[in-house]
């Protein structure tokens, strides 16, 4: 069985293939990146074979690979002017076709839902990307979930083709990379933070949808405290002058970190914290703190609940529910650390299940399921 995943270049997806391959699933070894129009990638397509195309992120196909500040005006503005061009209704239209062709090849598509949506999308934008998806899950043959909870969001917002096979596999976890002997306390004073005080930290791109005005207005608005926030993850000036100017001292931009140092600087944390958009299909955060064993705040979304279950501390998305949250989280290592290595405990019996073998090996399945009707 032969697979085409597009986009194949995120790290999602490189992880995902290098855990099919040792299943036995044969890969198309070509790099089809962010920005690779469907269209123009139709004849490769077609040339590698496949029983099955996995799509992620319908956006990726519609859109320019770029990067730097000019392409990303030049996106926007050809974007905006969609609507009042046709270039949308064109690009839909080709783009719809080229599945149409997949399927009438008798090549089977799998989707998976990273999220309804394309973050931050908005006007014409919007609108395309939601056409755009309504045609995908039309033509669906199979679609992935990352939780129960976002298959019956897709589900209610699209309309799948009849038959679809639905399946809920979790997102997938990586190993901890740190050295088995680097010690919390070796890990602070690696990066020059005091021994004793919460050390709180979150990872991810830093944008709008994070909140993380919240967490920073919540540890630099917390009295006599030796709290302190590390936060992992790049993002524009614009972005991140601001946080850093209201976090003070206690908040701590370290950018961009490899797997390796993530892992470093994980050792050094109490606890994971994040205020995701409720709304998001999938979020990386839980399956972070399932990776490095480090229990985690967070605001009470349907997803991280799923995922995370009792292991969380969850707290009321303002700054005073953070606060009480980080004041529980203190008593809760100072007082308790029984309940807090009970937490670890249970999210190292958690990512169990949701080890990158696992996630291949069922989305293997998904693709077996569906060979005896690959061709006509």
């Known amino acids: 069985m032969k697979i085409v995943h597009l986009p194949n270049t995120h790290w999602y997806q490189q992880s995902l293939i290098r855990a099919l391959r040792e299943t036995g699933v044969a890969v198309d070894p070509r790099d089809w990146g962010w920005g690779t129009y469907l269209p123009d990638a139709l004849p490769g397509v077609l040339a590698a074979q496949p029983d099955v195309v996995h799509l992620h992120w319908p956006e990726a196909w519609c859109r320019q690979a770029v990067h730097g500040l000019f392409p990303r005006l030049v996106r926007r503005i050809r974007l905006l002017a969609a609507g009042r061009t046709g270039e949308r209704e064109r690009w839909l239209r080709e783009t719809t076709g080229a599945l149409e062709h997949i399927r009438s090849a008798g090549i089977r598509l799998v989707w998976t839902l990273h999220n309804l949506r394309p973050h931050g999308a908005a006007g014409e934008e919007l609108a395309a990307a939601d056409q755009l998806y309504r045609a995908v899950a039309e033509r669906a043959d199979g679609a992935i979930h990352h939780s129960r909870w976002g298959e019956a969001q897709a589900q209610a917002a699209y309309a799948f083709r009849p038959g ?69 993850g790049g993002g524009s000036p614009s972005e991140l002058n601001p946080l850093a100017a209201r976090g003070g001292p206690r908040v701590r931009f370290l ?55 009792d292991t969380a501390l969850y707290f009321e998305p303002t700054v005073a529910g953070l606060q009480e949250a980080l004041r529980q989280a203190r008593r809760l290592i100072e007082s308790a650390p029984e309940e807090y290595q009970a937490r670890i405990a249970r999210l190292a019996a958690r990512r169990q299940t949701h080890g990158w073998p696992d996630v291949a090996r069922a989305i293997a399945a998904l693709y077996e399921s569906l060979r005896t009707d690959l061709r006509p």
């Open 255 to 309: 950018g961009r970190l490899d797997q390796a140092g993530l892992s470093r600087t994980v050792r050094a944390a109490d606890f994971l914290l994040y205020a995701p958009d409720p709304e998001q299909l999938t979020s990386g955060g839980p399956h972070t703190s399932e990776t490095f064993l480090k229990p985690q705040l967070t605001t009470d979304t349907p997803y991280a609940r799923e995922v995370l279950g």
């Open 164 to 232: 679809c096979r639905h399946a809920v596999i979790p997102f997938g976890v990586f190993p901890d990379e740190a050295p088995a002997d680097l010690t919390p306390a070796a890990a602070r004073r690696d990066l020059d933070l005091p021994p004793a005080g919460l050390v709180l930290l979150t990872v991810g791109t830093i944008g709008p949808r994070k909140n993380l005005e919240l967490l920073v207005d919540a540890v630099a608005g917390l009295p006599n405290s030796d709290c302190r926030l590390l936060v992992v």
